[in-house]
């Protein structure tokens, strides 16, 4: 015969990936809030940019938002590997980072 499953642990351990999800997606937004200078902002100019951002339906705009984006992530890799022994290297970005997002919001 067969073991009958144990619907209760199945539901449990679900619910306690979904946690653990929702604890990372919060973290690592909450580190590109950070890497980006974003930090340097209000709650509220910041909570402003982001409902901007999600309203936006110009196509135009959200690639070229992608494009800056990616060229962020790919410049910071290249950072990290360029200089993996050294955590400070991590965060002279940010000064860079911040600039580059106050001027990309100008000019939109």
Same mark, same amino acid.
């Given at each position: 015969?067969?073991?009958?499953?144990? +619907?209760?642990?199945? &539901?449990k351990?679900?619910?306690?990936?979904?946690?653990?999800?929702?604890?990372?997606?919060?973290? =690592? &937004?909450?580190?590109?809030?950070? *890497?980006?200078?974003?930090?340097?902002?209000?709650?509220d100019?910041?909570? $402003?940019?982001?409902?901007? &951002?999600?309203?936006?339906?110009?196509? #135009?705009?959200?690639?070229?938002?992608?494009?800056?984006?990616?060229? +962020? +992530?790919? *410049?910071?890799?290249?950072?990290?590997?360029?200089?993996?022994?050294?955590?400070? $290297? #991590?965060?002279?970005?940010?000064? #860079? $980072?911040? =600039?580059?997002? *106050? #001027?990309?919001?100008g000019? *939109?």
């Amino acid at each position: 015969m067969r073991k009958p499953r144990d +619907f209760d642990a199945e &539901l449990k351990s679900l619910e306690d990936k979904t946690r653990d999800l929702k604890a990372r997606k919060v973290q =690592q &937004l909450g580190e590109l809030v950070i *890497s980006t200078g974003a930090d340097a902002l209000t709650a509220d100019e910041l909570a $402003g940019a982001l409902i901007v &951002l999600a309203e936006t339906k110009d196509t #135009g705009k959200r690639e070229a938002w992608a494009k800056r984006g990616a060229a +962020f +992530f790919q *410049s910071r890799t290249r950072r990290i590997a360029s200089a993996p022994d050294h955590d400070v $290297g #991590g965060a002279q970005p940010q000064p #860079g $980072g911040a =600039q580059q997002a *106050s #001027g990309g919001a100008g000019a *939109s």
